[in-house]
């Protein structure tokens, strides 16, 4: 029962290249048009070509929008830009704002120039909102019926325009400036008498999110709500918009990978793993990793400090591993926790004094116990009391600053308005380090010389 | 235009405790019941019995759905379990289930013992599949019409059910076994003239995706598909249950928090950070930093061995944490690109030689470029051109086995059936350090004594 494209993949692609018209018609009758899409990502030119277009038209529209951006490119240019109008006039509005923002401005231009006029104007209209803001995710195919509307007319409206609306599971209704003033489901109309008045049944004061609103607390409010589509109004309070449940899903895994790929000392990637061009990934990595490169320098210059200390006491040096990974280790655990009840918003920034006394208190059991076990380890190397007190206190401290550093910092960074993700735990570890070595070899001074 | 319950939080909080009906009515009314758990989250236990049993049956349902495990427990022993069983019954039959296993098995055996047969059976049905699983996550109550039944009888039909099916607009239909044969929308039954029969405007051959699919899988498809709901069969291809879009959403959060904690080198949560208790936090960190505790022990044994190169030449040292948080750093980029590329399903397992591939080019020329940095940076402290030549080669070496160690791990983890992700960074980073110490002070011995 696994989706079809995975399973007989190769079969599809034999009978495709085959060319026979018949039946590549069964495989495309057969197929969901997201996997229709999949099995073009596979294809030769010629052959992804055929498929394509041996597809009736509606089904070309579906697979078109399920394709990614880069085979949507492939695509454009394989069967024309001028052939493909009409397929980029039925898209969905969001996802047609989205192919024309990430084509070759040429192409695009191109492309819109052929559009008719009221497309045009929903492009433009679309493009101007900011990247991952509610406005650049939102479609602007909602069906909107009149308070005073019976419910069976409503049903005949909804019946209209269905072909041309992302979604008639919810409607909106606007009064005479387009402010939106309440929400109905099919659901509500279906059981509804046909003869009651849409104002009668309809929820008044619907929830709706600002047009600027960041994407990522979009897709979150949705989830809370359970909603299928969230209206998005401007500042005037007018529907401009919709975002529904599967741009939610999407705008959930892009940050969710943005996330972890900050978290892990990575500028975001725009594309798949496999998609990333070489020199794009190269760059993406090496700008973190040289950043990290001069800050872990200061735990050279720390070590350098100490020259004198390590020469004459050489089996200190047996615990720095020790003591910069166990800093690092608890700072990344700390900021992994705030970053990700950040992002779901289970804390919010006025629960910074809450997270602090709980990681103070954390850090402290963490610390006594892997105190403890350095200890033990420093007696079983035989290093004398006096080098395992030296341990035993360095591992208690550093982990209660590297607890406190990797929560308070996440916090910090979003009150500043910044992504909260970007303390890495590479970057956190390198604030540790330092720290670390220098408590370390001062402890030792202290008590050792 | 923010969601009520955050903005005026405080004046809700203040009415529900002053306590009058009336006020407490109003504030019912014009909240979500998403929003009213979150208000009831925050009361004392007399504001919030008081604001739940203040609010119709209907809406006690939906709050109640919508609480988290805690305050569910919380909310059931205020008011009483007996007193709870009508809303208990009225439950959707997955959060249902999820109910009944997350309360002490005392409570949960009473609750289960006052529910009317069938839903009792519903109850048993759902908790014997395997956690994470679809079966775990699916609802039962899905809408079930006949092939050949006319759309206005079938329309006739949700109307009747509708109140006890978690959606309406995707429509199934099985033969006289439940074998699921069709899939139709609500938008397909609106449009179609009345008097058609199901069987000719259904989907033949549905997309669905066994009971024992793992519910991560079933979240990536159904949001490949933009399904509202994907069904789920048994191993005889029965229809047994539907997973929704709004569940799908709260695995993907769940999978992406568990995944960044296992990455983070934490055990995962099972509630949020601000619920889970003080122990069992430190319980899911204490054990990684023990194991990564003894990992990192090697990488003082590594050092160990090579206590005399270290006495005649201490300057060495200065560049150890250079080494190791290089390698660190490299390694779990790799790991976060592949744990994050798998967890979508951007790459698969037969994709390894790809990745391998691609990581040691990468690798190379990152290390290149890194060793280069520390070339010149020693350089500037003076160590002379034979230390120099040594950073910069075992900067090179340990980039690009970090690089592979860090992609091919998470790759093989998934082979063996782990979850990739616990390939922590911290992890990835012990295994490199000990390599990264050996390899350095060897080229050193090999070229400078």
Redesign the interface.
Known sequence: ?K??AQLILPEILDIVSRGEPAEIKEVLE?L?P?DVSVVIGELSDDSAMALFLAAPREQRVAVFEHLEEDQQERVLKLVGARAMVPIVEEMASDDRADLLQSLPKRLADALIEELSRPEQQDVAALIQYPEKTAGAIMTTEFAVVPANATVSAA?DH??KV?PHRET??YVYVTDEEEHLTGVLS??DL??ADPSAVVRSIMRE?P????VDCDQEEV?N??????F?AVPI?DSK?RLVGIVT??D???V??EE??E???R????TP?QE???QTG?WD??RK??I???I??FA??Y??TA??LF?DT??SM??L??????I???G???G??S???????LA?G??RLK?WG?VTW?EV??GA??GL??GL??VV?ALL?NTGPGVALVVGLTVLGIVIWAALVGSLLPIALRRMGMDPAVAS??FI??IV?VVG?VMYFSIAKLLLF
Chains 1, 2 share one sequence.
């Open positions: 029962m989706p079809i057969q969901h997201a049903m909804l019946r269905a008639i599971y099919l659901r279906v059981l004061n929830i709706a999110l600002p897709a409010q949705l989830a809370k709500y359970d299928l109004v309070l449940h599967d939610a899903i999407d959930i895994h969710s990978t996330d972890a790929q978290m892990g000392a990575i990637l798949t793993y496999l070489f990934i190269l990595r090496g973190w990793l040289a990290l490169f872990v320098m735990t050279g070590l350098r020259e390590i020469k050489s089996i040096v047996v615990f720095v591993p020790l910069v990974s166990t690092g280790n608890v990344s655990q900021a992994t926790l705030i970053i990700r009840a779901v289970d804390i629960d809450r709980r208190r954390t059991a963490l116990f892997l076990m350095g380890r190397w735990a590479a570890a390198s380090d070595i």
